[in-house]
């Protein structure tokens, strides 16, 4: 008999932790795998905001924070909207939360009502379809291509539009696709969302910080829509903190009051010195950690040279996060004379048995066409990574 809830059966594991999982436990047992699954800034967090974490061990940080996080922390980041975004948001519009993971769920929660319509460009995230079925929401997804850089047009979102649709979500820089949208593009997609007064945006920004061709955009900055806009954000891939857990919102004051009170519900305040880590890092000009975004370039570029030798492959040039997304269709239906490849996830299996390198399906972010690899490792690793691939998609006829 299953005991378990419909709820937590319906639920799909993450692809990324999945796919992590799967290979470490396959280096465990002795086989040499590359992991290129998760999006994870090989960094050490810089010595600064370590340091800032030490002294609030010191100075006797270790008691419950108020649920929206430390008033220093909420400042800072209401200063940090106005210096790097031209924004205005107080502090009592910012939730601090336990990863922008959590912000995006507090949103959802908050907004969405069972039966209501969330408007979700493809290929998105993993997470943000899960969430919005959690919510009872119905996910309606927009189908986007390498061709146009996989981002919907502005018509696009304005067909997607029912009489249900609550919320329209989407990330810049893109997670998996690495793809920024211009302001104008912003510009478009908000004017169409402009005569729908029921309807919100969730913008995903946590890859902010890690962009190579163009400034930061937020949708945010056009008045006209503002307060039905939702920032997340967090320190976890532009501070290199994935461990320390901290994202964020700045958000109309009354969705922020939900998100706290839901927040109070689930998980209370997140980790207090992690907090105070966050303050270090927020405050501080983010030309001081500049050489991660220049890591970053190099090896996308190295990256996109070593996959133009291997045939097949069909990509963009992404001009922000760490991902490259590639459309593997001139692979489906090879063999190397055992396995078929049917599709992406065939592919992820077959290179990670044959090839000892692990990638995530597209499937897992709503393209079933592409696959994801994530280049925020080492450059070595880079290389001996993609001649491995090479290598097992040559014996695929």
Not at 26 to 49: M, R
Not at 73 to 95: C, G, H, M, T, W
Not at 242 to 250: A, C, E, H, K, S
Request: aromatic share 10%; charged share 25%.
């Amino acid at each position: 008999m299953n005991y378990l809830s419909k709820r937590i059966n319906d639920l799909e594991e993450s692809a990324t932790i999945a796919m992590a999982r799967l290979s470490r436990e396959l280096q465990e047992q002795g086989h040499d795998i590359i992991s290129l699954s998760l999006g994870e800034p090989d960094f050490v967090t810089p010595d600064d905001i370590r340091e800032a974490a030490k002294k609030a061990i010191d100075d006797g940080f270790t008691f419950y924070p108020p649920i929206a996080g430390y008033a220093d922390l909420r400042k800072a980041i209401s200063e940090k909207f106005k210096r790097e975004n031209n924004l205005d948001y107080k502090p009592e519009q910012i939730v601090v939360s336990t990863g922008a993971k959590q912000s995006i769920a507090n949103v959802i929660l908050s907004l969405v009502n069972p039966g209501e319509e969330v408007i979700v460009p493809a290929p998105y995230w993993v997470s943000y379809s899960q969430m919005i079925q959690l919510a009872g929401g119905i996910p309606v997804y927009i189908d986007t291509t390498v061709d146009n850089d996989f981002k919907p047009t502005a018509q696009q979102v304005k067909d997607a539009i029912t009489p249900k649709t609550k919320l329209f979500i989407f990330s810049s820089p893109c997670n998996p696709t690495g793809s920024i949208f211009s302001k104008e593009e912003l510009k478009a997609i908000a004017e169409v969302i402009l005569p729908h007064p029921q309807i919100y945006i969730l913008s995903d920004e946590i890859y902010e910080h890690i962009r190579f061709e163009a400034d930061h955009e937020s949708i945010a900055q056009f008045d006209f829509i503002k307060d039905r806009v939702v920032i997340v954000n967090g320190v976890s891939k532009g501070y290199a903190m994935t461990g320390w857990r901290i994202g964020y919102i700045g958000a109309p004051v009354e969705i922020a009051k939900a998100c706290d009170k839901m927040q109070g519900q689930f998980t209370s305040a997140p980790c207090s010195i992690a907090q105070k880590a966050a303050l270090k890092a927020v405050s501080t000009e983010w030309s001081h950690y500049e050489f991660m975004r220049e890591s970053f370039l190099r090896r996308r570029d190295m990256v996109l040279e070593l996959m133009q030798d291997i045939p097949g492959w069909k990509f963009n040039k992404p001009k922000g996060a760490f991902y490259v997304f590639p459309d593997v269709t001139y692979f489906f239906g090879k063999t190397d004379g055992e396995a078929v490849i049917k599709n992406a996830t065939d592919l992820c299996m077959y290179l990670l048995k044959d090839a000892k390198v692990s990638l995530v399906t597209g499937e897992a972010f709503g393209d079933p066409r592409c696959v994801r690899i994530s280049y925020a490792t080492s450059d070595d690793i880079l290389r001996e990574a993609l001649k491995r691939i090479k290598e097992s998609l040559a014996k695929l006829k």
